[in-house]
């Protein structure tokens, strides 16, 4: 993969708006927002680490999770592959250790981690290329680590077309768009590419189009 992801260029640009869309700002993505800093707290007490755990955070975005887990007492090494975005967590905090890269670029010299985190991100990577992720987080998490996601996925195949189809009768393109071009994974996919990489993962629907999902390593 480049340097810079694919959909960069979409997040440079909406690093400025992005805190009034997941507060229900942008009118097509209320369901997909819908209870956000519900499911970021989601994230943190399924985490549930002693404090002083090392926790990295993939697709940081404008800091709203590296909050509460700072909050929580751990130490938060972030990655966030959009410049503008990495402005903004860093304007509203400082004492965020934060780095470019992104899921399958990660800075070199970076300690073992406790716990590895994301939110409505790990949708970025096409099916394989989570694999490859997966593969990744299994070797930098020390033994008892676990990895908490939250992200919009599918069921199946129908649920995701009904959901593209009700986007469009309601004149939702640019998330009719989204849905179509970005790599939201099917639930029965997702499970085997986590067991693949020797996680046990336990999943659970939040709104409409998120889910948690949170892997164990099992020692495979
Ligand atoms: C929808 S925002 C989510 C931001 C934040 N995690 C949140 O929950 O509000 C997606 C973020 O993932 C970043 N991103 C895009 N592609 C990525 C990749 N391949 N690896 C890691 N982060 C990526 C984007 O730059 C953006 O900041």
Redesign the pocket.
Known sequence: ?AKQ????DL?EE??RD?DRA?TGGHPEYIEVFQG?HEI?KTVVETLSLPRGSVVL??????G??SRLLLDAGYRVIG????AA?RERAKSKLPELELYE????QVPEGLPPVDGIV????FH??TDEEKDQALRDFSLRLRPGGKIVFADTAFQDEGTKRDLEREAEERGFYELMLDLKREYYPLIGRLKQAFHQAGFTVHLKQLNRYVWLMAGDRTGK
Not at 79 to 82: F, L, N, T
Not at 101 to 104: E, I, S
């Open positions: 993969m992801p694919r959909f960069n997040f909406w690093a992005y997941v956000y970021l955070e993939f697709g940081v975005g404008t709203n999770l990655i966030e592959p959009s975005m890269g992104h899921f399958l994301s939110t409505y991100a970025h990577l």
